[in-house]
């Protein structure tokens, strides 16, 4: 029942956001697909993130930033009914750490949001990044951009605050949806591939 439970969760398909696809017959797809059978057939997380031998690291940087994209934008569109205005004025993980948003269209300084306007902002600007092929080349044999580690780095440190706001503040919602062990599974996973890159900087990993 709990399995059911879970894939009605998760089926709701609440992201605001279609889920962004890999096309069949690129080299990112069947990364992709190698990345998923091994994470489905319960290997150890720590050596499901490493990186394939002979594979380019850009591409699996790509793949898995596109796919926890996906992933916690799914987690917290399951959550969003119940982070709103009035629950979550301010977007925070406790009562140490308030995040601001900055970006360099609307605000360029850093801008106090509610934690449903900082979502809406971060996935937003995620997916605006992921579908822009100067950044993100889907095409064969079109080289990554110099700062593309950069870039990944910034969209990872800010999904990481998804998690931090999820578990700080809406933990009990998780669990009552019986979806704990998914989320858990997706953060571990998540960390355990920043770490293996040195994808975040160690102090932003604090609140959690």
């Given amino acids: ?17 279609p889920r962004k696809k890999f096309e069949p017959g690129t080299q990112r797809f069947e990364l992709y697909k190698k990345a998923q059978a091994s994470l489905k057939s319960g290997l150890d997380l720590k050596a499901v993130v490493q990186l394939p031998p002979g594979e380019s690291i850009n591409d699996w940087i790509a793949v898995h930033v596109v796919d926890f994209f996906n992933r916690i934008n799914l987690i917290y569109g399951t959550m969003s009914e119940y982070c709103t205005e009035r629950s979550c004025p301010i977007m925070s993980g406790g009562l140490k750490y308030e995040y601001r948003w900055q970006d360099d269209s609307k605000y360029k ?16 600007w995620i997916e605006m990044l992921i ?14 951009p110099k700062q593309f ?29 019986g979806a704990e062990a ?22 932003e990993l604090e609140p959690l």
């Fill in 149 to 177: 580690q950069q870039v990944c780095t910034k969209i990872l440190t800010r999904l990481f605050r998804v998690f931090v706001h999820v578990y700080i503040h809406h933990f009990d919602s998780i669990i009552n949806m």
């Fill in 1 to 17: 029942a709990m399995a059911l439970c879970l894939k009605q969760v998760f089926n709701k398909d609440k992201t605001f956001r």
């Fill in 131 to 144: 579908n822009n092929e100067d950044i993100f080349p889907t095409r064969i044999g079109v080289p990554f």
């Fill in 182 to 203: 998914h989320v858990n599974t997706c953060y571990k996973h998540f960390y355990y591939f920043i770490r293996e890159f040195s994808l975040i900087d160690y102090r």
């Fill in 109 to 124: 300084k850093p801008t106090k949001l509610s934690a449903p306007q900082y979502m809406c902002m971060l996935m937003d």
